[in-house]
């Protein structure tokens, strides 16, 4: 053999050697780059999982409390103070009487200024008509206990949306089983609808608007809706789908 020859296939095997190189080297590459792409995405996936289990607790125990608040409101139960009748400096009885007096402390007592306020008798009690809202009026028991729209607490749910806008930034997303996606981001949609119809709830009761009950409903429909589809997504979450 010639020694031009054996030089030809040192050559070749070297050429050999280097691409076989080379492609392990990408393919060692490619497999870091899958797994460190597999840890994010089961991080992310975890992360995910804690905030809906977090999130889907909150929103139940203010939904659980809305309703009761609702439940108040359209049977005209919710109390909204009381007074002792022999502690007042008027006869409770006299409607104009009592009328003069609330002008005098429930601009104190609210945060929308009162700039109409009426006292009309009924049968069995008093109707009290401050600005676009009506309250109930009770004697009972040497009390006077007064129902209705104000005073009231929301109690909004404190509810996150960190971990979906971690998967949006980091890329993880593209990861996912497609349905899987979809069910995260109705999830993260209904979020943001509850938390808009929070501020403006919020708005509507230091307004003094009366259809303050209208948006609490809306409120609990949000919280209802955001439960049943936790439960889809945290039931797909603990499945085969994203293992």
Same mark, same amino acid.
């Given at each position: ?24 080297? /990408? ?44 439940? !108040?409101?359209?049977?005209? !139960? ?10 007042? $400096? ?8 009592? !009328? ?6 429930? $601009?104190?007592?609210?945060?929308? $200024? ?34 209705? $729209? ?60 009366p259809s303050i009950r209208s948006v609490l409903e809306d409120m609990y429909y949000f919280e209802t809706q955001i439960v049943k ?7 797909? /979450?603990?499945?085969? !789908?994203?293992?």
């Amino acid at each position: 053999m010639s020694k031009s020859t054996i030089n030809r296939q040192q050559l070749f095997l070297e050429f050999l050697s280097i691409i076989f190189a080379v492609l392990l080297a /990408l393919l060692l590459n490619s497999l870091r780059e899958s797994m460190a792409t597999e840890r994010a995405l089961d991080r992310v996936t975890e992360s995910i999982r804690a905030e809906i289990l977090k999130n889907d607790s909150t929103i139940r125990k203010s939904m659980a409390y809305r309703r009761d608040l609702i439940f !108040e409101l359209y049977n005209d !139960e919710h109390l909204v103070m009381s007074m002792p009748v022999n502690d007042l $400096p008027i006869d409770a009885s006299n409607d104009r009487q009592l !009328e003069n007096y609330l002008k005098r402390i429930l $601009p104190f007592a609210q945060s929308t $200024p009162v700039t109409y306020l009426k006292v009309q008798s009924l049968k069995e009690n008093r109707i009290i008509s401050i600005n676009n809202r009506t309250m109930t009026l009770y004697l009972q028991d040497d009390m006077l206990l007064f129902y209705g $729209p104000y005073n009231l607490q929301l109690r909004t749910a404190d509810i996150s949306n960190r971990s979906w806008e971690i998967a949006k930034a980091t890329g993880t997303l593209v990861e996912m089983d497609l349905a899987l996606v979809d069910a995260l981001n109705n999830v993260y949609t209904l979020n943001n609808q509850y938390l808009e119809t929070s501020d403006k709830a919020i708005d509507q009761i230091y307004a003094g608007k009366p259809s303050i009950r209208s948006v609490l409903e809306d409120m609990y429909y949000f919280e209802t809706q955001i439960v049943k589809a936790d439960s889809i997504l945290l039931t797909m /979450l603990n499945s085969d !789908e994203v293992e």
